[in-house]
């Protein structure tokens, strides 16, 4: 195998690290100013939503069925595979947006009573931040189209821009700063406002970044050749099994969070009976999650990321196929067991480290370690399985994944 492909891995590899590390940087001063309690509670519920579609669909099963598509068609058609890179674009776009607009809808309708506080609070945060969902959705889009092209870079720079953006909102505004600058503190649930609206503005930003990247392939002339509607109706059949395959772990991930944020979402009983969470589970989880994606992200997402089109160029070519997938696997079992094991030893003093200071207590640290104990033995698992799912689509193999999927789900 080519060492493109390591370059490439330690690109995306050193960009994810850095947008990780500002990733850290947000949720160090949201912990310190917000604490774990409703607030954190309600912006972590409100900002599951967009990444879980962001998850699914821009980085998941449309990212999955578009790329190997438009990778061959690139090879032998590059007029049609412009053209198909339109089409998935536009109509992606305008889909995510009726989508968002029928979110905003039914929000509208279900919209909690004024007694109701820390509901209306993450009814209020859902509603801001659902219009990031096309914007972040796109970014991904982009992202594939520029990883066919060999350019890894611009994509993941772009949730730097997000994280700079809500530390910027969240610490310019905390009561020390604007003490110092010789103004009154704002309400809490006012901050966390500007916060979510804040990342509403970095996906505008975003947006500019990954369209800017893109103006070098000349993608807005052309005709819409049958090649390239015939290819898009290939891209779209695929998704749904694509979104079965890579969705087990983002659906799990969503589903807990509306485990967790329950006490926020709809009060401290279920059906008469005491909730076994109190308020402030959300958040715990979410700031557990933060530590244990960071090695999954850098390491892990990244080498099967930048592995993806070089597979998806083998497909037809078994050896060079098997060679890739057991370079990569080794990569990813090399980086993966020891940082399984390192976050297993090391998660208190990380966690306070990173989070702990401010309205964050000890009690939180003790709280959010042992989440993490739960999470941390899987971090190998977690990324062999971006990988192999990966593997599978690119040879065109989209049952194998659904069907393993499905028996997690049930497990």
């Known amino acids: 195998m080519s060492s493109s492909f390591e370059t490439h891995a330690r690109t995306v590899s050193v960009l994810t690290f850095l947008s990780r590390i500002t990733g850290l940087a947000r949720d160090a001063a949201l912990s310190r100013i917000f604490g774990v309690g409703v607030i954190t509670d309600a912006f972590a519920f409100a900002f599951m939503v967009p990444n879980l579609f962001r998850r699914l669909f821009g980085e998941g099963a449309l990212s999955s069925s578009f790329l190997p598509v438009y990778a061959r068609l690139q090879e032998s058609d590059p007029a049609s595979a412009r053209a198909l890179a339109r089409l998935v674009l536009a109509r992606a776009v305008v889909f995510l947006s009726a989508l968002c607009l029928l979110g905003e809808v039914i929000l509208w309708i279900l919209w909690p009573s004024p007694d109701q506080v820390s509901q209306q609070l993450a009814a209020r945060l859902v509603a801001i931040l659902l219009p990031y969902m096309p914007l972040v959705c796109f970014v991904a889009l982009v992202g594939a189209v520029l990883q066919v092209h060999h350019r890894f870079g611009p994509t993941a720079a772009a949730p730097i821009l997000l994280n700079l953006a809500i530390v910027l909102a969240s610490v310019g505004l905390a009561p020390p700063v604007l003490e110092w600058m010789g103004f009154a503190a704002i309400d809490p649930m006012v901050h ?17 970044w990954s369209a800017w990247a893109l103006r070098g392939l000349n993608l807005r002339t052309g005709e819409i050749s049958p090649e390239a509607r015939k290819s898009f109706s290939q891209v779209i059949w695929q998704v749904v099994p694509m979104a079965l395959g890579l969705g087990v772990l983002q659906v799990n991930t969503f589903v807990d969070g509306l485990i967790a944020s329950y006490p926020t979402m709809f009060g401290p009983t279920i059906f008469g009976v005491a909730y076994p969470l109190a308020e402030g589970s959300m958040g715990s989880l979410a700031f557990a999650q933060r530590l244990y994606e960071f090695p999954l992200g850098v390491f892990g997402i990244s080498i099967a990321t930048a592995i993806f089109p070089q597979l998806s160029r083998q497909s037809s070519d078994l050896p060079a196929f098997r060679a890739s997938l057991a370079r ?3 990569m990813v079992m090399f980086i993966g067991l020891p940082a399984s094991a390192g976050l297993i030893m090391l998660r208190t003093p990380l966690t306070a480290a990173v989070f702990q200071g401010g309205d964050f207590t000890i009690d939180d640290t003790a709280r959010v370690a042992t989440i993490l104990m739960a999470f941390a033995p899987a971090i190998w698992a977690y990324s062999a399985n971006h990988l192999l799912t990966r593997a599978f689509y690119a040879r065109g193999e989209l049952m194998t994944p659904v069907k393993i999927s499905m028996a997690m789900v049930v497990l």
């Open 328 to 330: 990569a696997l080794r």
């Open 192 to 208: 966390i406002t500007i916060v979510a609206a804040s990342v509403f503005v970095a996906g505008v930003l975003q947006c500019v």
